[in-house]
C-alpha cells in the first residue's frame, strides 16, 4: 500500500537488464504464441452515470463486510482480497460476498516465487506449464465467481502496487523487471479473457513512478479492464478531488488506456491529522469521485503503517466526525 506519494521513497532510479540474470534479456520479444491478437478490453466499462460503490477494507476474516455494517451502517459494495502465492481462492467465502451484493476485488501475489518471469517468457519457459496450471486452476475460480450473481462484478489482477513490491524488496530477478511484469500481465489478461470472459482484469498501480508504471503499461497488447490506483491524503485540507484528479490524468494520456473504468484500490487520510481533517477529506466522497469518473473506491481502514483507521481501533482513539461522514458517504452510494 502506497501511503502518500509524497512520502514514498522511490529508491534508486529504473535499473532494467543490468540487475537481472538470466537466458533471456528485457529487450527481447516475448513469446505471444498464445496470445489473443485484440487490442480491447474484454468487458466493457460500467454505463455512463452508473452510482459510484464504496467499500472497506478490513484485515480480511469471513466477518469483515459485517464488521463495515457494523461500523459504518451499510454493508460495502466493493470488497479486496489479498492472497498470497500458493493460497486457493476461497470460493465459498467469495461467492457468499457477491451474494450479498459486494463485488471481490481480488489481486494474487507472486512474491518469493518466479511465477512472473516464466509467464513472461511462456511455453519457451521449462517451467511454464507447471505456472500456467497454478494460474489455469484460479482463473477457473474466478470464472465460477462471475457466474454466482452475473449483476455483481468480480474483478482480478496479477500482483497489485507492484512498484512498491519492487522497491521494497518482496520480488525480485528478472520477476521484477517492469517490461517482464508488463509481459506477464499481458498474458494474464489473454488467459482470462478466454477461460473467464465475465472477469474485470485490472491494472493496479501504486500511482507514483510515471515511468515504471507507463513502461509496465506499454507492454499490454490484451489491455486491462479496469485501472486502479492508490491516492492518499498526508496534508490539511486536502481532498480526494486533489489527491487523485493527477493520476486520473495521467493514465487516460496512456496509450494503453482505452476508456476503461477506473477504480480506486485503496484510499485515505492519515488520522494523524485529526478528526476534522479526515471527515472533511471523507465528505461528499461519492459525488467526487463521480466528477472524476471514478466507478468505485475502497477506504483503506487499518492501523498499520499510514494510519487511516477511522473506525474501531485497538488503542482507544476515536474519530467520530470522520466516522460519521464515511457512514454518510456509504450510505448515499447505495442510493445514488
Given at each position: 500500500?502506497?501511503?502518500?506519494?509524497?512520502?514514498?521513497?522511490?529508491?534508486?532510479?529504473?535499473?532494467?537488464a543490468?540487475?537481472?540474470?538470466?537466458?533471456?534479456?528485457?529487450?527481447?520479444?516475448a513469446?505471444?504464441?498464445?496470445?489473443?491478437?485484440?487490442?480491447?478490453?474484454?468487458?466493457?466499462?460500467?454505463?455512463?452515470?452508473?452510482?459510484?460503490?464504496?467499500?472497506?477494507?478490513?484485515?480480511?476474516?469471513?466477518?469483515?463486510?459485517?464488521?463495515?455494517?457494523?461500523?459504518?451502517?451499510?454493508?460495502?459494495?466493493?470488497?479486496?482480497?489479498?492472497?498470497?502465492?500458493?493460497?486457493?481462492?476461497?470460493?465459498?467465502?467469495e461467492?457468499?460476498?457477491?451474494?450479498?451484493?459486494?463485488?471481490?476485488?481480488?489481486?494474487?501475489?507472486?512474491?518469493?516465487?518466479?511465477?512472473?518471469?516464466?509467464?513472461?517468457?511462456?511455453?519457451?519457459?521449462?517451467?511454464?506449464?507447471?505456472?500456467?496450471?497454478?494460474?489455469?486452476?484460479?482463473?477457473?475460480?474466478?470464472?465460477?465467481?462471475?457466474?454466482?450473481?452475473?449483476?455483481?462484478?468480480?474483478?482480478?489482477?496479477?500482483?497489485?502496487?507492484?512498484?512498491?513490491?519492487?522497491?521494497?524488496?518482496?520480488?525480485?530477478?528478472?520477476?521484477?523487471?517492469?517490461?517482464?511484469?508488463?509481459?506477464?500481465?499481458?498474458?494474464?489478461?489473454?488467459?482470462?479473457?478466454?477461460?473467464?470472459?465475465?472477469?474485470?482484469?485490472?491494472?493496479?498501480?501504486?500511482?507514483?513512478?510515471?515511468?515504471?508504471?507507463?513502461?509496465?503499461?506499454?507492454?499490454?497488447?490484451?489491455?486491462?479492464?479496469?485501472?486502479?490506483?492508490?491516492?492518499?491524503?498526508?496534508?490539511?485540507?486536502?481532498?480526494?478531488?486533489?489527491?487523485?484528479?493527477?493520476?486520473?490524468?495521467?493514465?487516460?494520456?496512456?496509450?494503453?488506456?482505452?476508456g476503461q473504468?477506473?477504480?480506486?484500490?485503496?484510499?485515505?487520510?492519515?488520522?494523524?491529522?485529526?478528526?476534522?481533517?479526515?471527515?472533511?477529506?471523507?465528505?461528499?466522497?461519492?459525488d467526487?469521485l463521480?466528477?472524476?469518473?471514478?466507478?468505485?473506491?475502497?477506504?483503506?481502514?487499518?492501523?498499520?503503517?499510514?494510519?487511516?483507521?477511522?473506525?474501531?481501533?485497538?488503542?482507544?482513539?476515536?474519530?467520530?466526525?470522520?466516522?460519521?461522514?464515511?457512514?454518510?458517504?456509504?450510505?448515499?452510494?447505495?442510493?445514488?
Amino acid at each position: 500500500m502506497l501511503r502518500s506519494r509524497r512520502l514514498a521513497v522511490l529508491g534508486p532510479p529504473l535499473v532494467l537488464a543490468t540487475l537481472l540474470t538470466g537466458c533471456s534479456t528485457p529487450s527481447e520479444p516475448a513469446d505471444r504464441s498464445s496470445d489473443g491478437p485484440g487490442t480491447r478490453p474484454s468487458t466493457v466499462p460500467l454505463e455512463p452515470g452508473t452510482c459510484p460503490r464504496l467499500g472497506v477494507y478490513e484485515d480480511w476474516s469471513p466477518d469483515a463486510d459485517l464488521e463495515v455494517v457494523r461500523q459504518f451502517g451499510a454493508p460495502p459494495q466493493v470488497g479486496t482480497s489479498y492472497y498470497q502465492p500458493d493460497q486457493p481462492v476461497l470460493v465459498g467465502e467469495e461467492s457468499e460476498r457477491i451474494r450479498r451484493g459486494t463485488s471481490p476485488n481480488i489481486t494474487f501475489t507472486t512474491k518469493g516465487t518466479d511465477r512472473i518471469e516464466v509467464l513472461a517468457a511462456g511455453p519457451r519457459h521449462p517451467d511454464y506449464p507447471t505456472v500456467e496450471a497454478w494460474l489455469a486452476d484460479r482463473l477457473a475460480d474466478l470464472a465460477a465467481l462471475t457466474e454466482v450473481d452475473r449483476s455483481v462484478p468480480v474483478y482480478a489482477t496479477l500482483e497489485h502496487e507492484f512498484r512498491a513490491k519492487v522497491r521494497t524488496g518482496q520480488v525480485t530477478g528478472r520477476s521484477a523487471d517492469p517490461v517482464v511484469y508488463g509481459r506477464a500481465l499481458d498474458r494474464f489478461y489473454a488467459l482470462a479473457a478466454e477461460q473467464a470472459p465475465r472477469l474485470r482484469t485490472t491494472y493496479w498501480i501504486v500511482g507514483y513512478d510515471r515511468e515504471f508504471e507507463g513502461l509496465v503499461g506499454d507492454q499490454f497488447r490484451t489491455l486491462p479492464d479496469t485501472v486502479v490506483f492508490d491516492p492518499y491524503a498526508d496534508e490539511p485540507g486536502e481532498t480526494l478531488t486533489a489527491v487523485a484528479a493527477e493520476d486520473v490524468a495521467w493514465i487516460r494520456q496512456q496509450q494503453w488506456y482505452d476508456g476503461q473504468e477506473l477504480a480506486l484500490g485503496e484510499f485515505g487520510m492519515t488520522v494523524e491529522l485529526g478528526d476534522a481533517a479526515v471527515a472533511r477529506f471523507l465528505t461528499d466522497v461519492p459525488d467526487q469521485l463521480t466528477a472524476l469518473g471514478i466507478s468505485w473506491a475502497v477506504l483503506f481502514n487499518r492501523e498499520r503503517d499510514f494510519d487511516t483507521r477511522i473506525g474501531d481501533r485497538s488503542d482507544g482513539r476515536a474519530f467520530p466526525r470522520a466516522r460519521a461522514a464515511f457512514a454518510r458517504a456509504l450510505r448515499e452510494s447505495r442510493r445514488c
